[in-house]
């Protein structure tokens, strides 16, 4: 059973840091592209940050220059650093990995920037 189980969520000020982490089981890790999307209230979910099996990223031009990708095999986990966290990036993120067809999703954690 695949499971992608995400942590680090929470509540920062303008300007602060969040590091999110998402351990995944039941999948070949190393072999798998991983990634973050975000969904806010009433919007759709989009595409945060993306990482290969080869360590290739991609951003989405909203966090680039503030979010950082990674993933350590070894712990079959991949990690979003977020940094200069503003307003507009509150939302429930979630973690991803592709399927066809049906990609896993993990059940999300919220990130709230507020004053």
């Known amino acids: 059973q695949v499971q992608l189980v995400e942590s680090g969520g929470g509540t920062v000020q303008p300007g602060g840091s969040l590091r999110l982490s998402c351990a995944a089981s039941g999948i070949i890790f190393t072999a798998y592209t991983m990634g973050w999307y975000r969904q806010a209230p009433g919007k759709q979910r989009n595409m945060v940050a993306i990482?290969?099996?080869?360590?290739?990223?991609n951003y989405a031009d909203s966090v680039k220059g503030r979010f950082t990708i990674s993933r350590d095999n070894a712990k079959n986990t991949v990690y979003l650093q977020m940094n200069s966290l503003k307003p507009e990036d509150t939302a429930v993120y979630y973690c991803w990995a592709p399927r066809s067809p049906g990609d896993y999703w993990g059940q999300g954690t919220q990130v709230t920037v507020s004053s």
């Open positions: 990482i290969t099996d080869g360590g290739s990223t």
